[in-house]
T-cell receptor, first 117, second 112 residues
Framework: DGGITQSPKYLFRKEGQNVTLSCEQN?????MYWYRQDPGQGLRLIYY?????DFQKGDIAEGYSVSREKKESFPLTVTSAQKNPTAFYLC???WGQGATSGANVLTFGAGSRLTVL | KQEVTQIPAALSVPEGENLVLNCSFT??????LQWFRQDPGKGLTSLLL?????REQTSGRLNASLDKSSGRSTLYIAASQPGDSATYLC???????????FGTGTRLTVIP
């Protein structure tokens, strides 16, 4: 079955460490997204990518980095510069590029919960 | 900037009751409105997507409506079941690939 796989499901990080969250999709979607979810808040966009080798900052990109070397993969690195990284991270994708992708269903992975010790 | 609001933040109903969840948005220039379900500690599951040209969409016991002029969408759940207990989020999509705005959700509890 097609879908989005996020790993690991749970991750613990010591302060000062960089960690990378994996997101892989086999839906042949062009656009991929990373969101952060905190209790009592809506989802906030970290980064998005519409095509391989291209990505754009979202509303809260500081302290995060991404790459899009393959269409199927959009890993997120949480760097030591992110002051409050403990959160639930969600990866999503949808078909289409640019303005046309807005008309399509957004599909989410199961999420990765990051805790800083 | 688009703002999406969901009220109430939490709702409890007895099993079998019909219920309506509300979603309001400030900018009527949207591509579509999407409803999601999120179980605790899980990702979001898409329930219904209403394009801006549509008035409603139905899937089983779920019916979502869209009124762009008033900036409102509703999700109607018929004959609620304990398995419907979850957080329901709505998201409005504006023009472009990144203009997706989420509400904070309504946490629904269906009491057996």
């Amino acid at each position: 079955d097609g879908g989005i796989t996020q790993s690991p499901k749970y991750l613990f990080r010591k302060e000062g460490q960089n960690v990378t969250l994996s997101c892989e999709q086999n839906l042949n979607h062009d656009a991929m997204y990373w969101y952060r979810q905190d209790p009592g808040q809506g989802l906030r966009l970290i980064y998005y990518s519409q095509i391989v080798n291209d990505f754009q900052k979202g509303d809260i990109a500081e302290g995060y980095s991404v790459s899009r070397e393959k269409k199927e993969s959009f890993p997120l690195t949480v760097t030591s510069a992110q002051k409050n990284p403990t959160a639930f991270y969600l990866c999503a994708s949808r078909w289409g590029q640019g303005a046309t992708s807005g008309a399509n269903v957004l599909t989410f992975g199961a999420g990765s919960r990051l805790t800083v010790l | 900037k688009q703002e999406v609001t969901q009220i109430p933040a939490a709702l409890s109903v007895p099993e079998g009751e019909n219920l309506v969840l509300n979603c309001s948005f400030t900018d009527s220039a949207i591509y579509n409105l999407q409803w999601f379900r999120q179980d605790p500690g899980k990702g979001l599951t898409s329930l219904l997507l209403i394009q801006s040209s549509q008035r409603e969409q139905t899937s089983g016991r779920l019916n979502a409506s869209l009124d762009k002029s008033s900036g409102r969408s509703t999700l109607y759940i018929a004959a609620s079941q304990p398995g419907d207990s979850a957080t329901y989020l709505c998201a409005a999509t504006g023009g472009g690939a990144n203009n997706l705005f989420f509400g904070t959700g309504t946490r629904l509890t269906v009491i057996p």
